[in-house]
Structures are given as C-alpha cells and as structure tokens.
C-alpha cells in the first residue's frame, strides 16, 4: 500500500513562503511526477514528503496514518537522489545491504534481497566494487537497488536522471518505467524535463512557485491545459501562444496553438511568413517561422520529408479544432 | 621553443622549491649537527661544517643533567591528550555547524577564530592566577585543558571545513535508510571523515606538542613537557649551544619521525578542499 495525502500543507523557511497551502492525493501505485521549473517548490514537496524537511504547516497522510512528524525513515519510504548519494567507502553490496541492515533484516534474507535486486538491474557482476568504480549509469542503478530491497509502500525520486548524458537517460526512463510496472508500487518522481512528465506519468503535477498550477494525466494536460502556464510548459516544442487581433477573432485574449497542429504549404493559408531557422531532424522538422503579421515567431513541426530553408516562403494555417482560448486571467475558456 | 621554455621554467620553479626548503631544513640540520660537537667547537668561528671530533658527550650529559622520559611522557599526555578532547568536543560542534547551520554559524565560526588572534600573553595572568587559585598549578590537567582551549578552534576549524566536503545528500540518505543519528555518525559520516579526523589529529599533536608560551610559564618541575626541559639549557649563566642542541634534538625527534610517517595524511589534510 502507498496512499499518499497531502493536506494543507505549507512550507516556509524564514518570511519567505515557498509552498503555500496545497492539497495533493497520490494513490495506491500510482505513478505520479511534479514537474515545473527551477524553483518551484517540486523537491521542497517531495522532501516534506519524504521526511526531510518539516512541514510548517497541515498533514501528509501515509496510507491513512499521519505521518507529519514521523522520523524519515519512519514512514517506509524509500528516496533516490539526484546525486545518487551512495556510501563512498561501501561495496555496492553493502550501499544495497545497508538499509536492511539498519532494520535488522537477517542475514540470509538479505542475501536474498541482495541478489534478487541485482539481477533484475543487472548489477551482478558489480556487486564487490567500490561507487567510485563505477558509471553514472551504475551508480543510479545501485541507488535504485538500494531503495528496492526496503521494499517501501512507495519511492521518491528527486530527479534521477539529470546528472546522465542523454542517451543513457532515455535507457533509464524505460527502466524506471518497466521496474513501476512490474513492482507496482506509488512512485513520486520530481523533474524539470516535461519529456519525462510526459513519458511516464501515469499523473502529472505542474508546479509553479509552490502552487499546483494543474494536475492530471499527461493527456489531459495536454489536450486541455488549464492556464496559461501550463500551456507554455507542456509539449516540446513549446505552443505558441499569440495575443492581439489574432486572439480577439477567436474571443480570446490568448490563442494558444500546438507546433505539430499547423498545416504548412508553400502555397496557400492563413498566415504567411518566411522560414527564419529550420531544424531538420529527420523523423521530424521544426521551422520558425516570421514576418507573418503575428507579434511572435511561430514554431512549426512538420514532417521530416518537408525541404524548407532559411529565406523561404510558406503559408501557416491553424487546426481550428486544436486552438486553445484564454482569457486576461490566462485561464482556459471552455 | 616552447618546450624550451617550460622546461627551463621547470628547471627554476625546481630550484627555487630546493632553496626554500633546504633554508627551512637548515636550522633543524645544524641543531643536530651541534648537537654532536665538543661545547668549545660548537661555538667556534668560523662555524665547523665536518671538521669537528663527533661525540655523544652532549646526549649523556643532559641524561645525567635532567629525566628525559618525565619531560617526554608529559609531552605525550598533554598533546594526546589535549587532541582527544579536542576532538571528542569538535567532531559534534563540525557535524552541527557543517549539517544543520543555523544564522549565526558564520559568525561562531569567525568568533572563534578571533580567539586566536588575541595575544597569549594577554591572557596569562588571569589563567595563571585562576591555575594559582585552583591548586592546579604545574599540573598535567591544566596544561591539558588549556592546550585544549588553545586548539580547539583549529580543531573545529579543520574539521569543520572537511565536513563541509562530504555531500548532505548521503547523510539524508543513510536517514531515509533507516539510521539513528549514532549509526549515521558511526557508519556513515565517521569512515567518510577518517582522513580529515587522521590529519587534524595528526596537526594538532605537532602544535600541541611544539606549545611554549603556556608549557613554560604554567609548570615548573613536575609537568613540564619538553619545551621546559630544551629552555632549561638556556640558563643566566650563560649558553651551553651543544647541549642545548642535543636537549633539542631529542625533544623534535619524536615528532619529526611522527611526522615523517603520515607525512602523506598530513599534506592530503592540509590541501583538502582545495583540489577535489
């Protein structure tokens, strides 16, 4: 069981209020990821829920019982670090062992675990090695091993991935995402890559300055971002957001429209313009596009088949279907 | 050309380094060198590099003079001795101030330090009134609880600026994993911190062993470490450079083969932080 509720909560330190009050439930198994900028309270609200730093007001529920003023290691959560935060001078069969060990899990059990664990990450064959011997790739998978063999009603994940090069980090993804799969335990999982929000939240929370600016599943943020923020931060590329005579024809202060949901032809449409850059990535092409009467640049996906360059002239036009409207609040009009 | 130059560049910096650290040496060798000459060749001039009749004259005439042993194992009790409650009050004072600073951790910090920058003369005649007071004059405790004093905010220091090193994220974890602030401190933070703990401990013993102002002027017979025992060769009748000489060598030897030892701790402890 892994039932999380947040109730009330706020945090400050000092004058300075970084979370203000914030209701959140997380259910049983679910996979749920914060995302927003830097600074915006994501890993302040996974620490309060962790433990490691107290709230300074409200209650966070663990499957029920209040959990507000338990020690960390109290509440049967298990945490990943961005930096890893292995035990330098331990084997990795000892980081694993180490929190069974604090428990005072038998010995033979723990072997049992340790083995177990290792084989699912493929970390076998590194068992007796120091952290420092090896890859950040390794590293995060002992880290990971480690929180596993606790076997926790649910793991915290405080952006994992971000100290990986790019390749390694879309591996790990998918290992994250097959190991919730197969374990089906409530995972927390914080970042700042809407990507990752994207590919394995089963349920997003897009913060901003402490506040939940919206939360739910990638789709529905996507399709129907509920402000302005929201809109900007989902989907990559980000949606041009375009205010101004354009806006006022569809009744809005702010139209919003998605790059992939612009139909571009050399001949004829709604808005035309001249490619300003073209980025060819083959499965996909994205132009900016300007001069076109619009106050923004706008951003385009298009096939990767389409041979546009800088200088050429092209017409734009909108899928009237997938327009998004705001209003001067910046709040969707439905 | 430009292999050409760094090479002499090297050839320089190489010198230099050999120049500086021979005149450093230099006192030391010819201390020892002193130590084995005739009193009359000791003073000689002009000086006697080799052409001198070595003896050992000087060594037993300071072992019939004065007990070299009470002197060294007063050494050893007041520096060890000063260090381990030093370092038994510091490891916690780091850890809070490293971990869990607060707002005025900073300024305890600078506090502290300012301590050293009070003269310690200034100071001498109430602690020496108050060791009067207490009965505690030349004893061994009151050179081990002002030595304390006197390098605890090294210690702290030190020790302070090494915590600080260690990531808090692997501390919060081994929280997350279950570990009592003792098993954290025992398993996590202590095996990380060894080095750092080696090389204070190590740098501490060498300033507490090598303290005059307070050994000389807080003990007369029966505590006096070898600092007293080296000033008591230098006496209103007049030097005895020779025997002084051989007094002195045998106070540093301890030390410096202490030092020749962890040589390798002390500079990783001294350069810590500064290359990671």
């Known amino acids: 069981m892994g039932r999380i509720m947040l109730e009330n909560v706020t945090k400050r330190f000092g004058d300075v209020e970084v979370i203000p009050p914030l209701d959140l439930d997380i259910n049983d198994g679910e996979f749920v990821v914060f995302v927003g900028p830097s600074g915006c309270g994501k890993s302040t609200l996974l620490r309060l829920i962790a433990g490691l730093e107290d709230t300074s007001g409200g ?7 209040d959990a507000t003023d338990l020690a960390p290691a109290k509440r049967g959560l298990a ?4 930096s890893y935060a292995l035990y330098p001078h331990m084997s990795v069969r000892k980081n694993i062992a180490f929190p069974m060990r604090m428990a005072g899990i038998p010995q033979d059990e723990q072997n049992r675990r340790i083995e177990a664990a290792a084989k699912a990450l493929n970390l076998t064959a590194y068992l007796d090695r120091r952290p420092g011997q090896l890859s950040g790739g390794q590293r995060q998978r002992v880290a990971i091993g480690r929180a596993i063999v606790r076997e926790p009603s649910a793991f915290l994940f405080d952006e994992p991935l971000s100290n990986l090069d790019a390749a390694l980090r879309v591996g790990m993804r998918l290992e994250i995402s097959e190991l919730h799969n197969r374990l089906k335990t409530t995972m927390v999982y914080v970042t700042h890559d809407q990507v990752e929000a994207m590919t394995m939240a089963d349920k997003i929370v897009v913060l901003q300055a402490g506040r939940i600016e919206q939360v739910g599943s990638p789709m529905e943020l996507y399709k129907a971002p509920k402000n302005l923020f929201v809109a900007g931060f989902i989907g990559s590329p980000k949606m041009n957001l375009l205010t101004g005579a354009v806006a006022a024809q569809h009744g809005a202060a702010t139209i919003g429209v998605r790059p992939e949901h612009i139909h571009v032809s050399p001949t004829g449409g709604a808005w035309k313009g001249r490619v300003g850059v073209s980025e060819h990535l083959g499965s996909d092409t ?3 596009v300007e001069d076109t009467g619009l106050a923004e640049t706008i951003t385009v996906r298009a096939g990767g088949d389409l041979e546009l360059y800088h200088g050429d002239t092209v017409w734009l036009t909108p899928d009237p279907a997938r327009i998004h409207r705001f209003d001067d609040q910046g709040l969707r009009i439905a | 050309m430009a292999r050409a130059a760094s090479t002499r560049r090297k050839a320089a910096t190489t010198l230099i380094a050999w120049t ?13 060198l002193t130590s084995f000459k005739p009193e009359a060749q000791a003073i000689a001039m002009p000086p006697r590099l080799w052409n001198f009749d070595w003896t050992l004259e000087n060594y037993t005439a300071v072992q019939e003079r004065s007990n070299y042993f009470r002197h060294f194992w007063n050494s050893v009790i007041i520096s060890v001795g000063s260090t381990l409650i030093g370092l038994i009050i510091a490891i916690p004072a780091a850890w809070s101030m490293a971990f869990v600073p607060g707002r005025g951790t900073r300024n305890i910090l600078m506090w502290m ?5 009070l003269p310690a003369v200034g100071v001498l005649v109430p602690i020496y009134l108050l060791a009067r007071d207490t009965g505690l004059l030349d004893s061994r405790i009151l050179l081990v609880g002002v030595l304390t004093m006197i390098n605890l905010p090294i210690i702290v220091w030190m020790l302070y600026t090494y915590f600080r090193e260690i990531p808090g994220e692997i501390l919060e974890a081994a929280r997350m994993d279950g570990a009592t602030l003792r098993s954290e401190i025992l398993y996590v933070l202590t095996p990380m911190a060894v080095p750092g703990i080696a090389s204070t401990l190590l740098l501490n013993v060498i300033l507490a062993w090598n303290e005059a102002f307070w050994t000389l002027n807080l003990t007369a017979a029966r505590s006096a470490p070898l600092t007293a025992f080296i000033a008591s060769y230098s006496s209103p009748e007049g030097l005895f450079y020779a025997k002084l000489s ?13 030092g020749w030892f962890s040589q390798k701790q002390l500079v990783r402890g001294l350069t810590f932080g500064a290359v990671k």
Do not use: E, N
């Open chain 1, 79 to 82: 945490m990943v670090f961005q």
């Open chain 1, 59 to 65: 209650r966070i529920l663990i499957d029920g019982k």
């Open chain 2, 246 to 258: 051989a007094a002195s060598t045998m106070a540093i030897a301890p030390i410096l083969i202490l």
């Open chain 1, 286 to 288: 994205f132009f900016y």
């Open chain 2, 20 to 32: 500086v650290g021979l005149l450093i040496f230099f006192p030391i060798f010819w201390t020892v």
């Open chain 2, 113 to 117: 330090l300012s301590t050293k920058m």
